[in-house]
């Protein structure tokens, strides 16, 4: 079995801030990590993901997520928060063998403080 | 490009009532999958088409049925809407089944059942 767990459903930080948006996975076999956001009244958009390579993942708009095995964590960070990361961020895993579908987190909402 | 393409955006229907949600990719991939999204809930599978020809049950498939028409287009039908399938619905596609491919998603369809 594997699920997501993403922890505080409601971030608030101020805008240069650092941004830290935490997400524990628990898989039986190895898995494939992603980073989801989504913008109000739009689908989700693909920020990065963990295939197995490097551990610290570069993903679009200035956002990085490290995978810990020790830890069971994948947390999505930004060193300095812009207005316009205002969304919701999602977290899911899947399977590296037969992957047939992603388990998503519950999501968690960012809000950006002027 | 467009990517995946969903229609209708916004449709209110009564108890009782049938329709079909209308999705279609036109970035050449196998798969297609089709999620609804709940508050505090996240995204939920319903069905998913990991080719041409083939579909399967996903997390929550009771009350619905799909058609993986061509590789392009997969329709997710409500034979009799009931208010708990009030939900935003996102298809969403990826290049094969296999757990590393990300998904590229749908606007949605805000859906109200009265």
């Known amino acids: 079995a594997q699920s997501v767990t993403q922890l505080g459903s409601h971030v608030s930080v101020s805008e240069g801030a650092l941004v830290l948006l935490r997400c524990n996975y628990s898989?039986?076999?190895?898995?494939?990590l992603f980073w989801y956001v989504q913008y109000p009244n739009q689908g989700l958009q693909l920020l990065l993901k963990?295939?197995?390579?490097?551990?610290l993942v570069k993903g679009i708009n200035g956002f990085e997520a490290e995978f810990k095995k020790s830890e069971t964590s994948f947390h999505l960070t930004k060193p300095s928060a812009h207005m316009s990361d205002a969304a919701e961020y999602f977290c899911?895993?899947?399977?590296?063998?037969?992957?047939?579908?992603?388990?998503f987190g519950t999501g968690t909402s960012l809000t950006v403080i002027p | 490009n467009a990517g995946v393409t969903q229609t209708p955006k916004f449709q209110v229907l009564k108890t009782g009532q049938s329709m079909t949600l209308q999705c279609a990719q036109d970035?050449?991939?196998?798969?297609m999958y089709w999620y609804r999204q709940d508050p505090g809930m996240g995204l939920r599978l319903i069905y998913y088409?990991?080719?041409?020809?083939?579909?399967d049950k996903g997390e929550v498939p009771n009350g619905y049925n799909v058609s993986r028409l061509n590789k392009r287009e997969f329709s997710l039908r409500l034979e009799s809407a009931a208010p708990s399938q009030t939900s935003v619905y996102f298809c969403?596609?990826?290049?094969?089944?296999?757990?590393?491919?990300?998904?590229?998603f749908g606007s949605g369809t805000r859906l109200t059942v009265v």
């Open positions: 898989s039986s076999v190895p898995p494939y």
């Open positions: 969403a596609s990826s290049e094969a089944i296999r757990g590393h491919y990300g998904y590229t």
């Open positions: 963990y295939t197995s390579a490097a551990t």
């Open positions: 899911a895993v899947s399977r590296s063998n037969t992957g047939n579908q992603f388990y």
């Open positions: 970035m050449n991939h196998n798969s």
């Open positions: 088409s990991a080719s041409e020809g083939t579909t």
